[in-house]
């Protein structure tokens, strides 16, 4: 899906959403829209690639681990010889 595709689709969901508030507006309602919404942008934003900040460094911890043990993998082979 293209990203203008993506787009438009997520407008239609907030617009579709907001009727919906405006049309009985009580509380609760307030927090499981917000709560799909929520949801719902994060697909958009994943779909195209992205990934969110806890997933970010997450993913960067792990790679800094990593390029120790590979740091660690060639000194062993520089030292053994086996180069």
Known sequence: MAAKDSFDAFVSII?????????????????????ELK????????????????????????AKRLEKRLSKLEDIVAKSGLE
């Open 39 to 62: 949801d719902k942008f994060d697909d958009l934003v994943k779909s195209q690639g992205y990934v969110s900040n806890e997933e970010y460094e997450a993913l960067k911890t792990l």
């Open 15 to 35: 617009r579709d959403k907001i009727d919906a508030l405006s049309e009985g507006s009580n509380q609760p309602s307030v927090g499981i829209i917000q709560d």
